[in-house]
Each structure stands twice: as C-alpha cells, then as structure tokens.
C-alpha cells in the first residue's frame, strides 16, 4: 500500500517544492499508464508501482495544464483524484497546486465542539449567484446572527451546475460552478477571520451515477454488499488497501490543505466495513497524526441513523472515535411535539414524551422497540457527553426530502417557529441551524440535480415518486431536473427587511446569544438536567444548571394559554427569555422578576427562560 504522509498529499497530480508535478495514481486493472497533457499535444509514461500505483515525477506539467489518464494505450479518462473539473465530469482534469494559496489565518484557532453554533447551508442556493465568493458577503450577517460554525452540503465536483452535492463522482474535486478549489480556500480564510469555522460535509458511502470512472482504474466497488444507491464501496474485499487510501488521502486533503475544521461524514450506517480496523476508525488514526503534525484542531462528525454509541466511542474504549453524530430522533421528537404527522419515520415518536428522553438520553431508542423498524433498536448513550450530539428543527434532508419542500415557516405558526427553536438552543447538545430558518425563509428547499443523461434524469424522477409512498403524499413532486426547481429553492434575501421576518431574526439573535452567555446552557453536562412533561397540558420544562447557576426552560406546545408554577429552587427568578414578548410579534409580557413558587401564565405555542436570582 502506498504509504500516507500527514505533511503531503500522494494521490493525483501534486507539486513539490520544486515544482515538479508528483503523479500517483491507482490503476490495479491496467497495464500501461500514460498522462496526456493538453489535448494530446504531450503524453508521458508512467511507472508501474506495487499493489497497483503508477507514477511519475516530472517538470513538463504546470498548475492550469489539462490532462487525462491514458489507460492501456485504448481510452483517456479524467483523473480520480482530480482537483479541479474546468469542464464537467466527463472532460480533462485541470492540475491545481494547491499550495499557491497565502493563508492568512496563523492565528486561528478552532473552538471546541462544544461551542459550535452551527448553521448548514447550501452554497449554489444560499446566494443568488450560487458561488463561494458571494458566501463570503454573507459572513457579517452570520456573524451578527451569533453563528460561529457553518457547514456546507458537499462540493465533491458533481454534473452540471445544480445538486445538493451528494451526487459527487470527484471527491478531490471543488466544484467549478461554486469557484473551485481557489474559490474554497479564499472563502476558508475569509471564515477564519471573521471567527467563523468550516464544516465540510463529504460522502464516502456511495459515489454520483454520471461521470463515475472510478472502476476503470480499480476495483473500487464490492459486490459483497448493496447500498441504496447500488454497489458498497470497497472498504474491505479484495484490493480495499487502494480504496482505503484514496478517502483517507481526500480526509487529510480538506483539513491540510484546505484548512477545513470539521467534516460531518454523510449517512456512515452505509458504509460496509468488516475489516478488524473500520475505515472510519483508520480515518481517526490518521487525522490525530495529521494534528499532530500541524498543531491544528479538526473535527470528525457523522450522520448516524443506527443509535450505536460504537461509533462515537473513543479509539481506547474501542470505539471508532468520531467526535459527534446528528441526533434525527430529536428532530423527529420535537416535529411530532409541535403537531406534525406522524406517517413514515414519524409514526415511532409520541411527542412531548420522547422529546423529554431525547433531552436526557440523546437517543430516544436505545434498547426499546421500533414499530418502524419492526425490531428493538438502539444502545443507551450514558457515558457520552453533549458535545457529541447535533441537533436541529429542520435541515437539508427533512425539508428537501418532504415532497413540496417545505420548512417549518409553512408547516407550523410563527410562535411555533420560536418555541421549536427555543427548544433546540436550550438543549445539552450542540444546536444547528438550516440556512433561512432563523428568518423564516418561505421559499422551499427542494430536491433538484442537473444530469445530462435522460435515462439517468427519468430514473431520479421516479425515484423520488417511490420515495413518497410511505408518507402517502397524493400529487406530483416537483421536477428535480428542472432549473426551475433549483432557482425557487434560493433563499430570498429581500425578506430580512419584510415583517414577521425581521422580527424573527431578532429573536433568533436574542436566543443565540442567551445560549452563548449563560453558563447553565453552554455548559453541556447531560447529568445537571432534569425534565418534566405535563402531557395533559401540552408542557415541558428542562431544568439545566452548572455550579450556583440554575435555568429553567418552560415550552408551552398547546394551542391554549396555561399556567405554571414556578420551583422554590431559588429566592426569584429573572426572565431571559420570552417568545411572547410584544417585541418579538407576541402578545404576554412576561414579569421581568419573580419569587418563588410564583404561578405564571404561558401564551400558547410559547417558550421562556427563567434563571434563579439568589440573594
């Protein structure tokens, strides 16, 4: 296997000190290699290497030349590795030297996890113009908004210029449309000054159907399993070794050399590894080499939907060692608490009941049984700390999965749209945020590609008809091919200075930043918290404290106005808190003091924060 060096990257076409291009490539299944540079005016012979490298060292290759891999003297294909994809999926690949970039950012530093506001966001949708360098026009407003984390969906080059991202066939790649891999970098740097860190979300479960060469090279797939996207990636079957190091090649990439924080590793439950060491757990291995080399901070999280805490559990407790997971069933919980149906995955959650137990144990199933899944399901998750769960009332796949794509500002009244954010900021676990939540975007983010294969665009359709049968939706989903689809799914920006959502984004600023100066809500120590539900009543209160301070969040989900005493835990409490307040568009202003065991009345669909005031 070819051996990974922390300090540099070995796959694809890189540039030394001497600017000399360094070739690696992995090409078990051929048997002559050649690079041809420009439209064929060059052709270089490779090397044949152990396990199935070819390489080359030379200095007839300079950053901007076009080149394509010539396989077996017979076809020419973009390189797997490939940076940059100046002309789509199917055409040359461009070299990239990635170390012309002047980072700016030494003095950076990335918070701890647990201090992470996170706000997800798409970078074709989230501007007008769709591109990384008007994102970076956007980071005052995150900034003020109190955001100190953004995740971006996947920008692995895809086809066309409209996707989520998830549809990548060039993880190396930065896609073109966005600005490339000097697009990203500019934008990293532009983050870091403004206190801002990078979340990268990667997929390493399953690659894009156009534009997909990889098994020309190699054996990258295995037929030992099936995903729901067709064949597993090969983490562990014959030849896995060249595979293995190509995604951990693409890990250490994006935080060496694109100086990216955090990756949040897409659906992980899909990735099939039975080898003695998990790919993801060699993923942890070899970044804590990485940061040790540089004396940088990064962060590893994944999207989990198989409540098994292995995963989460440091290396020396045998676990996989990813830092943080997506916690689903709290959005599930709290969607069903704020009266949404309860067709689908939906059906397994009861409401106020499991958000309480999402509260305290993070997983609502850990040992219980699933009607859904039709099995117990789950492991409890004691030991594990709040900085290792995300959660959120809406993100990419919730509200682009629905099939009108619609948010929570359609789905829900505006003083519910308060509480439910109230109730993820007031959680022990690192809260997030989808792009046009916290000011009630009202257009809808809906599923869209750009495949230029017909055949290919009909299968997606109808996909995604199948896709719906479980909610027992009745109409037809918007068509994802169409450019109309991407461009209704851009956020608005206009709206800001409209009502209610200029009055939104002042209570969303309000919350963040009592989350950000309380210590008993900062502080994510899953043991200082009690719950209690009123399930008649349509209430739940959480209790959190740390050290003498001590708050109390009260949730009001009823559609009626309802009483609530307060706890003698304290000689007064102070108000922090209230989304009912006239400013914020409601109608109860809540006394700014009171004492103890004072009985105070709770708008509907409200939420409020109380903290003790000792003498």
């Known amino acids: 296997m070819m051996q990974i060096d ?27 290699v050649s690079i041809q540079l420009n439209n064929e005016s060059v052709s270089l012979e490779l090397k044949e290497e152990a396990y199935g490298y070819w390489t080359l060292t030379t200095d007839k290759i300079k950053p901007g030349d076009r080149y394509k891999f010539l396989l077996n003297r017979e076809a020419a294909y973009p390189d797997p590795a490939s940076l940059l994809q100046p002309d789509g999926v199917h055409n ?3 070299a990239v030297d990635l170390n012309q970039h002047q980072w700016l950012d030494e003095d950076w530093n990335n918070p701890p996890l647990k201090d992470y506001i996170l706000y997800e966001l798409h970078a074709g949708t989230f ?41 990548g066939v060039y993880p190396f790649a930065v896609q073109d449309s966005y600005g490339g891999a000097e697009g990203l970098q500019k934008l990293v740097d532009a983050c870091h000054s403004k206190g801002i860190a990078v979340v990268l979300d990667v997929v390493y479960n399953h690659m894009g159907p156009e534009g997909n060469y990889l098994e020309v090279y190699g054996h ?20 896995c070794d060249g595979v293995r190091h190509y995604f951990i090649e693409n890990v250490l990439m994006w935080f060496r050399d694109f100086h990216i924080d955090a990756l949040r590793m ?23 080499q990485l940061m040790a080399h540089t004396g940088r901070t990064h962060h590893l999280i994944v999207e989990l939907d198989l409540n098994d805490n292995r995963f989460i559990n440091p290396i020396e407790q045998c676990g996989f060692g990813m830092d943080a997971q997506w916690i689903d069933e709290f959005h599930h919980a709290l969607r069903v608490s704020a009266g949404g149906d309860r067709s689908g995955y939906y059906q397994d959650f009861t409401g106020l009941e499991h958000l309480a137990k999402s509260y305290k144990d993070a997983y609502v199933f850990d040992g219980q049984y699933s009607e859904h899944r039709k099995k117990h399901f789950g492991v409890k998750a004691d030991n594990n700390p709040g900085e290792q769960f995300i959660v959120f009332a809406q993100n990419h796949d919730q509200v682009g999965n629905r099939m009108l794509g619609e948010r929570i500002s359609d789905l829900v009244s505006f003083e519910m749209q308060k509480l439910m954010a109230g109730a993820v900021m007031c959680a022990p676990f690192i809260p997030m945020l989808f792009m046009g939540e916290e000011y009630g975007e009202t257009n ?74 309380e210590p008993a809500l900062f502080n994510l120590n899953r043991n200082n918290l009690e719950v209690e539900t009123h399930k008649n009543e349509e209430i739940l209160v959480l209790h959190r404290w740390h050290d003498n301070d001590y708050v109390l969040c009260i949730m009001n989900f009823s559609k009626l106005q309802r009483t609530y005493t307060l706890p003698a ?31 105070i009345m709770l708008a509907p669909e409200s939420f409020l924060i109380y903290k003790n005031q000792n003498d």
């Open 266 to 288: 897409d659906a992980v439950h899909a990735i099939k590894d039975f080898s003695p060491v998990h790919i993801l757990k060699e993923i942890k291995q070899q970044v804590n």
């Open 6 to 32: 922390p300090g540099k990257r070995k796959i694809g076409v890189s540039f030394n000190n001497n600017k000399q291009a360094e070739i690696v490539l992995w090409a078990p299944k051929a048997n002559s």
């Open 127 to 167: 501007t007008q113009p769709g591109t990384f360098e008007a994102l970076e026009h956007k980071l005052d407003y995150l900034k003020e908004l109190g955001v100190n984390a953004i995740e971006i969906m996947p920008v692995a080059q895809f086809s066309g210029a409209r996707n989520w991202g998830y549809d």
């Open 569 to 599: 835990k304290a000689t007064g409490w102070i108000n922090l808190v209230n989304s009912a307040r006239p400013e914020f568009n409601g109608a109860n202003e809540a006394p700014q003091q009171l004492l103890a065991g004072a009985e």
């Open 444 to 517: 809808p983010f809906l599923y869209f590609v750009s495949h230029t294969d017909e055949a290919l665009a009909a299968a997606v359709r109808e996909g995604r008809k199948r896709e719906f049968a479980a909610f027992h939706l009745e109409g037809e989903a918007p068509d994802p091919v169409a450019e109309k689809t991407y461009n209704q799914s851009k956020l608005q920006w206009q709206l800001l200075q409209q009502e209610p959502h200029k009055t939104l984004l002042q209570y969303y600023r309000h919350l963040i930043k009592t989350r950000k100066t």
């Open 220 to 239: 990258y797939f295995t037929g030992k399993y099936n995903t729901p996207w067709g064949k597993a990636l090969n983490f562990d079957d014959d030849w």
């Open 92 to 94: 040359a690949s461009e």
